[in-house]
């Protein structure tokens, strides 16, 4: 039995959650030093210049909508939906965060905020896919 598309869509966003973890730690590694990294980190840092922080900052945001993407693949998963809801939500999800990723480290507002919003309507397609007659 093969994987569906939601669940293949589930492993790219948490391999692109992965990549934003590492790009936003390595960025903090590389203002603050490698005895800051190796350390308990008990003590206050100055901000992190702007690329690092909006890289902090952007995952700090994915990791707010990530569980609920994960539970909305689970529930259509567990149901046994499969649809265009589905697979076009999770489309939606993706790309709507990989946007939002790159708008926000370049420092483009607004218009992030528009790929936020895809991301967000493709995570509540798949939600609501399982409890939709189609």
Known sequence: MGMSFELMA?????????????????????????????????SEMPPLNPIAGRLNRNFRNYM???????????????AGVHNAL??????AYIGGRIAYTALYVSGIPLIRSLF?????????????APFLPY
């Open 116 to 128: 936020w919003n895809v991301a967000a309507f493709g995570m509540l397609a798949v939600l609501a």
């Open 86 to 91: 589905t697979h076009w939500g999770a489309l």
């Open 10 to 42: 589930l492993a790219a966003a948490s391999f692109w959650g992965f990549l934003q973890l590492v790009a936003a730690a390595q960025a903090a590694n590389a203002q603050y030093g490698l005895r800051w990294a190796a350390s308990p980190r008990d």
């Open 64 to 78: 707010e909508t990530f569980p609920f993407f994960a539970v909305a693949v689970l529930v259509a998963q567990a």
